[in-house]
């Protein structure tokens, strides 16, 4: 019976990080590139992304890998569910502080501007911190090796593989702008002197 709960719970969860994901795409709209880069990649990446779900399904929906579970606690398994909120939450406050500045794939449109407010304050790829999260919430929730390993070995690869191109176009688009917001800025949790910084303030 616990089992259904969780998969119910976690089923609820997914239908909201969806939801959110949805609702953001619907408003993205195209503008004039100054700049993009792999396109072709970016596919690839987001249909590697999208065959991870595949075995979260089967767990949903089918009791097929049941067989693959990790002995967590009922209390370890609820915390996931905190954690993949904590992620949702994370990643609408992204997109709301990123607002039309926001792309699906690594591009820079004319009049594009630096943001660096709301968790940009704090670290310069939360939307990657907030699926990280959301991903590490799903493996906790699921209790789940097979849908852990389907889910995080994708969304770590995208990072991997992004990070360091998105970092690049930005620097060269914005210069000194950039190189100082990364002096100042973590790239998926807060530098020690920016929490310390605002706490003085």
Request: aromatic content about 12%; glycine content about 6%.
């Amino acid at each position: 019976m616990h089992e259904v709960q969780f998969k119910i719970a976690l089923a609820a969860l997914l239908v909201v990080d969806a939801g959110v994901r949805l609702y953001y795409q619907r408003s993205y709209r195209e503008f004039k590139r100054v700049v993009v880069r792999h396109e072709r990649r970016e596919k690839l990446l987001y249909y590697l992304v999208g065959l991870g779900i595949i075995p979260l399904l089967f767990y949903l929906f089918t009791s097929l890998i049941d067989g693959f579970s990790v002995p967590f606690t009922n209390e370890i398994r609820w915390l996931g569910a905190g954690i993949i909120t904590t992620g949702n939450l994370l990643f609408v406050w992204s997109h709301k502080s990123l607002g039309k500045e926001w792309s699906p794939v690594l591009e820079i449109r004319k009049g594009h501007t630096l943001i660096t407010e709301g968790p940009y304050r704090f670290i310069r790829h939360p939307m990657y911190a907030a699926i990280i999260l959301i991903g590490i919430g799903v493996s906790v929730l699921s209790a789940n090796w097979i849908v852990s390993l389907s889910y995080m070995l994708p969304v770590i690869c995208m990072y991997l593989v992004r990070v360091s191109d998105e970092e690049k176009m930005m620097t060269e688009y914005f210069g000194n702008d950039y190189r100082e917001y990364v002096k100042r800025t973590g790239k998926l949790v807060p530098k020690l002197s920016i929490l310390m910084h605002k706490k003085r303030t």
